[in-house]
C-alpha cells in the first residue's frame, strides 16, 4: 500500500454486511502500511501477526460472501471463488515465508494494492446489482 487507504460509500457493494467486513480488511491493509518501515524485531514480529490477521479474517470475509452470493444464485460464483483461493494461497505463501524470517513488505504491499482494486473494486462490484435487485423486490 503506497499510503493508507479510506473507505467511502464508492466502494459500497450493496449489503452493509459485507460493506462491513471490507472496512475491515482495508483497516487491516493499512495496518500492514503501518509498520512497512519498521524494520526492528517489533515491526517483524508485527508484521507476521498482521499477514496471519489477513489470513483469517478474509478466510471469514470469504466464507460469508461465498454463501450470500450462493442464496442470490450469482451466476459468477465459481470463477468469483476461485479468486478468493488465490488469495488464500498468496497469503499462506507469505506466512510461511515470514515463517522462516523472510518477510517481503514490498510484495505483500504490491499484491495487497492489486487484490483491493481487481479484487474488492471489479470482482465483487460485479454482484452489486444482485443486492439491489432483492433490495426492489422487498
Ligand atoms: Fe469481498
Ligand atoms: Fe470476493
Known amino acids: 500500500m503506497p499510503q493508507k487507504m479510506t473507505w467511502h460509500s464508492g466502494y459500497s457493494v450493496g449489503n452493509a454486511?459485507?460493506?462491513?467486513?471490507?472496512k475491515q480488511?482495508?483497516?487491516?491493509?493499512?495496518?500492514?502500511?503501518?509498520?512497512m518501515e519498521d524494520d526492528s524485531a517489533r515491526g517483524r514480529e508485527q508484521f507476521?501477526?498482521?499477514?496471519?490477521?489477513?489470513?483469517?479474517?478474509?478466510?471469514?470475509?470469504?466464507?460469508?460472501?461465498?454463501?450470500?452470493?450462493?442464496q442470490h444464485h450469482y451466476a459468477g460464483l465459481t470463477g468469483h471463488?476461485?479468486?478468493?483461493?488465490?488469495?488464500?494461497?498468496?497469503?499462506?505463501g507469505f506466512l510461511y515465508s515470514a515463517s522462516f524470517g523472510i518477510i517481503d513488505k514490498e510484495g505483500l504491499r504490491r499484491y495487497l494494492s492489486d487484490w483491493w482494486i481487481h479484487h474488492i473494486?471489479?470482482?465483487?462490484?460485479?454482484?452489486?446489482?444482485?443486492?439491489?435487485r432483492a433490495h426492489a423486490a422487498q
Open 48 to 70: 507476521h501477526v498482521i499477514l496471519n490477521d489477513l489470513c483469517i479474517y478474509a478466510e471469514q470475509h470469504f466464507r460469508t460472501e461465498e454463501v450470500l452470493l450462493g
Open 81 to 92: 471463488k476461485a479468486e478468493h483461493e488465490d488469495y488464500q494461497a498468496k497469503l499462506v
Open 121 to 132: 473494486l471489479e470482482s465483487d462490484m460485479q454482484y452489486r446489482p444482485l443486492f439491489a
Open 25 to 35: 480488511l482495508l483497516a487491516l491493509c493499512n495496518k500492514a502500511a503501518d509498520c
Open 17 to 22: 454486511g459485507l460493506d462491513e467486513q471490507h
